[in-house]
């Protein structure tokens, strides 16, 4: 059973930043892999980033690669995601998630989701 919290979401103007944190609950976080979604308006929702269970390994979708990096905290069972050089097409709820195995657009475990606008 894993539990996740979403926070740092807001409004920001275009080329601007924000860090999103997320705490996890949950005996075996150290064993999950982490990542982070989300969902655009009127849109599914999409992957963003991963991190392996011990940090080691990072992924990100082609759109946020060089401007996003995903890291955690496994003494804490923290997940962030610091986002750099925001534009409008970010804007989404953006959710934590979790997953024994790997992270994707469906994983076991996500939480509430955070919204970010990007204003132009």
């Known amino acids: 059973q894993v539990q996740l919290e979403e926070s740092g979401g807001g409004l920001v103007q275009a080329g601007g930043s924000l860090t999103l944190s997320c705490t996890v609950s949950g005996r075996d976080f150290n064993n999950y892999a982490a990542g982070w979604l989300r969902q655009p308006p009127g849109k599914e929702r999409e992957f963003v980033a991963a991190i392996t269970s011990s940090g080691g390994t990072t992924y990100y979708t082609n759109s946020v690669e060089g401007r996003f990096t995903i890291s955690r905290d496994n003494a804490h069972n923290k997940v962030y995601l610091q986002m750099n050089s925001l534009k409008p097409e970010d804007t989404a709820v953006y959710f934590c998630?979790?997953?024994?195995?790997?992270?994707?657009?469906?994983?076991?475990?996500w939480g509430q989701g955070t919204q970010v606008t990007v204003s132009s």
């Open positions: 998630a979790a997953d024994p195995r790997i992270v994707t657009a469906a994983p076991d475990y």
